[in-house]
């Protein structure tokens, strides 16, 4: 089953906006940091979320598609005096051993692939947690403008055809998707924004926002 997915270039991306962490999941990210040891965060990017995990003293990992963002996290982490494990690598085919971290985050990072490509994440983010670790994942909902189904490859993914995010997929999915995704965790909660104005700049942004647990395996 091929799936489908190409990391950004980093050395591209000058928002500022990927240099801080993200407001949606600070209030995770901070009870995060009193409660767990060890992070992934998927689709580090600039490493927002990876930085703010290390300077509080989690075992921190990132991965990226990216070898333009692993370069960066690298080369900051170095100047901040960080310890971050930052390597490249795949989403869906994680390099790491069953139940290994504590909580993962993937944001603004799952919907870069098309239908199996994300299921196939969860599958991974499912088999690195470990029993009752968390995740804070984010996904483009089909309410934004620029869903069109007839233009999809499989009723979900659109291929971007021009500006920074050229042949980049974007998945689309609607609650009902989610649920049916998501049934090997449970929800903690589900949150659906809709960006108007979002850090100054008017936006058509639709996303939903999910904290999930790994199920708990029931005592003998």
């Not at 989690?58 to 900051?76: G, N, P, Q, R």
Request: charged share 20%.
């Amino acid at each position: 089953m091929e799936i489908k997915h190409k990391g950004w270039d980093w050395n591209k991306v000058n928002s500022d906006s990927w240099n801080q962490i993200s407001e949606e999941f600070f209030p995770v990210a901070f009870q995060w940091k009193d409660k767990f040891q060890s992070v992934l965060d998927i689709g580090a990017g600039k490493g927002r979320h990876s930085f703010f995990f290390a300077e509080n003293g989690l075992e921190t990992t990132s991965v990226d598609l990216s070898k333009s963002s692993i370069a960066y996290i690298k080369s900051k982490a170095a100047e901040k005096g960080l310890n971050i494990h930052a390597l490249t690598a795949d989403m869906t085919c994680l390099p790491f051993n069953d139940s290994h971290f504590d909580c993962v985050v993937c944001f603004h990072t799952i919907f870069h692939t098309d239908f199996n490509g994300i299921k196939k994440a969860l599958q991974e983010i499912h088999r690195v947690l470990k029993n009752n670790g968390e995740a804070f994942i984010s996904f483009i909902s089909k309410e934004n403008p620029n869903y069109n189904e007839a233009e999809s490859t499989d009723g979900f993914t659109i291929f971007k055809d021009e500006g920074g995010e050229l042949a980049i997929p974007h998945c689309y999915l609607n609650e009902n998707d989610l649920f049916e995704i998501l049934s090997d965790f449970r929800i903690i909660s589900m949150n659906k924004i809709q960006n108007f104005i979002h850090k100054g700049n008017t936006s058509e942004g639709i996303h939903f926002f999910v904290h999930i647990s790994n199920h708990c395996s029931p005592p003998l």
